[in-house]
């Protein structure tokens, strides 16, 4: 008798082995009820409380011992734990420490059950990393068998950045809206994959900040950049 551990002591039924009966005749004993003696994961488990049935076309032709003592292996598995990682998207690398960490999603209502080591968990330098969760608290669970089960592949992706094709342009009374190089780390970005979203009015003398948008969310994050119009330079003749 074996089942996964589900934090019960519930025994499901089964048919016990049986000695006494007629060759070829249709008898046999059912273990209807009883509990496991620990709810706990663990061989050779103690039941008590155990009930009986004869079943079968020839059973009353059979009794039952008056103490049934049978022996019954009965074991309690652990359960595999399903993991969820607080992770959706690349980190953009800004030198900080950057962690990702495995919880359990499946673990028995009011159990206390931790993944307590990792590794390839933690980075600061842009790179793609795998994540292994390593280890758990509660020894009534274990951890899935296959790694791809229990890791994760996560990625810091170099920041963006933009530098205006004319950084820096004088007042003319009309507004301008000059255009922008993207780069990805050390990586030019084709123009035609991202927009420039510029204010709705740049005129004046003043810094203007502008958002830089990819056309496919996955070669950056959004991001601001700046572009300044000087004042006019007044000669006087």
């Known amino acids: 008798a ?12 089964v048919e016990a082995t049986i000695s006494g009966d007629v060759p070829g005749e249709d ?13 706990n994961a663990g061989n050779n488990i103690g039941l008590e409380n155990l009930t ?4 079968g076309a020839d059973k009353g032709n059979y009794q039952l011992e008056a103490t049934p ?16 990682w607080n992770y959706t998207e690349p980190f953009i690398y800004d030198g900080s420490q950057k962690i990702v960490n495995a919880t359990i999603t499946n673990k028995e209502a009011g159990d206390d059950v931790n993944v307590t080591t990792h590794t390839g968990n933690s980075a600061s330098e842009v790179g ?7 280890a ?41 809206q000059p255009t922008f190089e993207v780069k ?8 035609s994959k991202y927009t420039v979203t510029y204010p709705s009015s740049s005129k004046n003398a003043d810094t203007y900040e502008v958002t830089i948008t990819a ?23």
């Open 69 to 84: 003592d049978p022996t019954i292996n009965a074991s309690i598995s652990q359960k595999e734990v399903s993991l969820s």
């Open 27 to 39: 008898v046999s004993v059912n273990v209807t009820g009883g509990n496991y003696v620990s709810a």
């Open 184 to 191: 990805v780390g050390e990586t030019v970005i084709d123009p």
């Open 52 to 55: 009986y049935e004869l079943t």
């Open 215 to 237: 056309k496919d969310p996955s070669d950056f994050q959004a991001f601001t950049a700046e572009f300044t119009i000087d004042p006019a330079v007044i000669t006087i003749n």
């Open 136 to 176: 758990i608290d509660n020894a009534n669970y274990k951890l899935p068998t296959d790694e791809l089960d229990r890791s994760l592949n996560w990625e810091i992706t170099a920041a963006p950045s933009a530098t205006a094709n004319t950084p820096s342009v004088s007042y003319n009374g009309e507004n301008q």
């Open 128 to 134: 793609n990393y795998k994540a292994v969760a390593q």
């Open 2 to 13: 074996s089942k996964v551990y589900d934090k019960t002591t519930d025994f499901s039924v």
